[in-house]
C-alpha cells in the first residue's frame, strides 16, 4: 500500500481575484492578490442522485445512480482586511459598482446579458475568476481556481477590541462552473492589494448618527456590520461534457436584502429615537463614518427590535436595522452609498 506525507499548509494560500472579460472563461494571468485572512475552498465534486426503487425490491442498485452534473451551484467565501480595494472589489461583486462613491440604487435591475454564459462585448464581464495559490491536491496539480463566480453577499464589520479595530469584509461567491485544477502558476504580473483598512477608531461623531426628519441624533458607536445579500441560480446546462455541464447563465431571483446592526451607547440620544421601534410613521436615515474618506450613508431604514446589552461596564443598545429603498422609482436613488477611500 502506497503511503503519501505531502501536505498543504493552510497559511501558505494565496487569494487571487480577476474580473473575467468573458463569463466561465477564467483567467490565471496578471491577477489581483488581496488581503485575506480566512477563506473556504469549494472541491470539485458533485452529489450522487438515485432513481427510485423498483416496486418489490428493498436495495438500492448500480443502475439507479449517477452523479448530479448540471444542477450544482459551488459556495464558498473569503474574508479580507477592509481595505478600500477589498471593498471595490465587494461591492463590484454584489451589485456591480467600482466607482468612486459606490451605489446601490432603489431601481436596481439585474444585468442578466453580463451574466450569460460566454458572454464578452470586448470589455469587462460581472464575473470573476477567484484563484487559491497553492491551494491544490499535491505536487503535480498545486492550485485550484473557481470561474464564472458571481457575488452573493458581503458582509462588513468593525469593533473596538476586534482586529485592533480594523474593518474586515467578508464575500460570499457561488459559481455554477465546476472547480479546475491546475499545476500551472500564475503568469504575467501579479498586483497586490496594499492598502490601509478602515479602522473603528476614526469614526467621528458628527458621521454617526440616526436621523429623524431633519434631526440628528449622534451616536456613539463601539461595533457595526452591515450585509449586502442576493439570491443567485443557475440557468440550466449548455452542454453535457462530464467534469463541465457549464449553465447558460445566472439569474438573481428575489430582491436584495441589506441588514445591519449598530451596538451604541445607551444614553439620551437613544432615547430620543424612541419613537421609530415601533408604530406606522417610524422610517429613518442611518449614517456611520468618519470625517472623511469613509461613509456608510443609508437614507431610508427600519429599526427592527432593539436590545439592552447589560454585559459591560456600561449599558449598551444594539439598534438592529434594514435599509429599503425610496417607492418612487421613476428617477433613481441611492438606497445604501459606501464611500471607502
Known amino acids: ?8 499548509a493552510s497559511n501558505d494560500i494565496g487569494v487571487h481575484i480577476l474580473k473575467e472579460t468573458t463569463v466561465g472563461t477564467g ?4 491577477m489581483k492578490k488581496y488581503q485575506a485572512t480566512s477563506f473556504s475552498i ?3 465534486s458533485v452529489p450522487v442522485a438515485y432513481a427510485s426503487a423498483r416496486s418489490g425490491h428493498f436495495t438500492a442498485v448500480e443502475s439507479m445512480a449517477q452523479h448530479d452534473e448540471g444542477t450544482k451551484m459551488w459556495t464558498f467565501d473569503v474574508t479580507l482586511r477592509g481595505t478600500p480595494e477589498a471593498m471595490k472589489l465587494a461591492c463590484d461583486a454584489v451589485f456591480e459598482d467600482d466607482s468612486s462613491v459606490f451605489a446601490l440604487n432603489n431601481d436596481y435591475s ?8 460566454a458572454y464578452n462585448d470586448g470589455s469587462l464581464a460581472s464575473t470573476f475568476t477567484v484563484f487559491f495559490n497553492n491551494g491544490g491536491l499535491s505536487d503535480s496539480l498545486d492550485h485550484i481556481y473557481l470561474q464564472g463566480c458571481v457575488g452573493t453577499g458581503f458582509t462588513v464589520n ?3 477590541g476586534s482586529e485592533a479595530g480594523e474593518a474586515t469584509i467578508t464575500i460570499n461567491f457561488a459559481t455554477a462552473y465546476m472547480p479546475q485544477y491546475t499545476d ?5 504580473t501579479t498586483t497586490y492589494d496594499t492598502g490601509v483598512p478602515k479602522n473603528i477608531k476614526n469614526l467621528h461623531h458628527a458621521n454617526c448618527f440616526v436621523k429623524i426628519a431633519s434631526d440628528e441624533y449622534e451616536q456613539t458607536v ?3 456590520d452591515l450585509s449586502v445579500s ?3 441560480e443557475r440557468v440550466g446546462f449548455a452542454d453535457t461534457t462530464a467534469g463541465s455541464f457549464k449553465p447558460h447563465g445566472y439569474a438573481m431571483t428575489g430582491p436584495f436584502e441589506v441588514t445591519g446592526n449598530m451596538s451604541v451607547v445607551r444614553n439620551t440620544n437613544v432615547g430620543n429615537i424612541r419613537g421609530r421601534w415601533y408604530g406606522d410613521s417610524n422610517d429613518c436615515a442611518i449614517k456611520i463614518g468618519a470625517s472623511s474618506g469613509f461613509l456608510i450613508d443609508a437614507p431610508l431604514c427600519f429599526i427592527n427590535e432593539p436590545s439592552v446589552d447589560t454585559g459591560g461596564a456600561m449599558l449598551m443598545e444594539t439598534l438592529p436595522f434594514t435599509v429599503v429603498g425610496a417607492d418612487d422609482i421613476s428617477s433613481s436613488t441611492a438606497m445604501l452609498s459606501i464611500t471607502w477611500a
Open 1 to 8: 500500500m502506497a503511503r503519501t506525507v505531502d501536505y498543504k
Open 27 to 30: 483567467l490565471v494571468a496578471n
Open 42 to 44: 469549494p472541491e470539485a
Open 110 to 117: 439585474f444585468p442578466t446579458a453580463t451574466y450569460k454564459d
Open 158 to 160: 468593525q469593533a473596538v
Open 184 to 188: 500551472t502558476a500564475l503568469s504575467g
Open 222 to 224: 463601539h461595533s457595526w
Open 230 to 232: 442576493r439570491t443567485i
